[in-house]
């Protein structure tokens, strides 16, 4: 019986030493979480600039309808152009986030690209991507300086430029979104006030 009893004790003292260990991992998690900035698409500096009027270019997709990049759209509609490639390994791994985030933000997907035209139609074959959303073409590329991809434009129903950056997951979708609706151009730009903000309230404490 004694023998049972030390061994119920000793387990009950694990038990509880795992509990505090668990709510110490927790706790640290938190602070962790709070310390890491989101992540948000890379912005670069060439190009028209988010809050500028897109270029207007009339444009054909290889579908053969014309569309006006940077034209108006229905009140509150948002556009987002994706440029990717058939060559590039993560446009491929993207287009589906691409698609399931244009889903549940009900967000237009406009895809632009500038290679073969039977690459591209093979490409929007293994991703199902209507044929009159897809543009084949350098102009639009060329008028907002992409030369990196896979890269997203995000339009307002004016034509303005939303926010804009490299993507490669869906957490940098989420931050042109996030950038537009907080009015800063880019999620990078949000951090920097904030943390100029915070060492501000800083030095007035100290003061």
Known sequence: MSGALVSQTVLWVVV?????????????????????????ALMSGSGPG????????????????????????????????LFVSSACPICKKLIPIAQSFARSERIEVLYMGDADAAEQRELMRQFGIDERSFVNGPDVGMAFRVDKLPYAVLLDHTGRIASKGLVNSREHFESLVIARESGYASIQSYLSAQANAADAAQGNTRA
């Not at 897109?54 to 444009?59: A, H, K, Q, Y």
């Not at 940077?70 to 556009?79: D, I, M, N, V, Y």
């Open 50 to 81: 988010v809050g500028e009027q897109s270029p207007r270019i009339e444009v054909h997709a290889l579908g053969g309808n014309a569309i006006t990049v940077g034209g108006t759209l229905a009140e509150g509609r948002l556009r987002l152009m």
């Open 16 to 40: 509880i030493l795992q509990g505090v260990a668990i709510l110490a991992l927790a706790r640290q998690i938190g602070v962790l979480h709070e310390r890491i900035a989101p992540a948000g």
